[in-house]
């Protein structure tokens, strides 16, 4: 259902368009975003990866996007320590390589030269402009 009130708000799959200019309500799907005069995004992709423990300080871990970017694109990761634990674990995450389908990821635990036990999380998001 389309909904425009008179105030001009719209809402797409919902009954009450709430305050602002236009709410959806269900997927959706665009060849581009981009909010006010900032970044302009073609495909935009994000996940969870479960990295796991490591023996050594230093861990290596490849993944592939869910679908193929048509070029390589940025990716931004952020560890996580693993839901319901007590650690302060500190890593440092670098991207060692990438494609158009996937990612090696350098884990460096920088708190002690030790490995890790739990099972640390990585946050991701990667784009093409």
């Known amino acids: 259902a389309l909904i425009v009130l008179k105030n001009g708000n719209t809402g797409i799959g919902t ?3 709430g305050t602002n200019k236009l709410d959806v309500n269900g997927n959706t799907q665009t060849d581009s975003l981009q909010v006010g ?3 302009k995004f073609s495909k935009m992709q994000a996940g969870t990866l479960v ?3 490591s023996a050594a300080q230093l861990k290596l871990v490849t993944f592939f996007f869910p679908t193929a970017f048509i070029t390589i ?6 560890p996580r ?3 319901g634990t007590n650690n302060n674990d500190v890593y440092a ?4 390589s990438i494609t158009a389908t996937g990612v090696v990821i350098n884990i ?3 708190d002690i030269a030790a490995g890790w036990g739990q099972n640390l999380q990585l946050d991701w998001q ?4």
């Open 93 to 96: 995450v670098t991207v060692r």
């Open 126 to 129: 990667a784009w093409t402009q």
């Open 37 to 39: 005069s900032g970044t």
């Open 51 to 53: 990295a796991g423990g």
């Open 81 to 83: 320590n693993e839901a």
């Open 108 to 110: 460096l635990r920088v």
């Open 73 to 78: 694109p940025k990716i931004i990761v952020t």
């Open 15 to 17: 009954s009450t368009p």
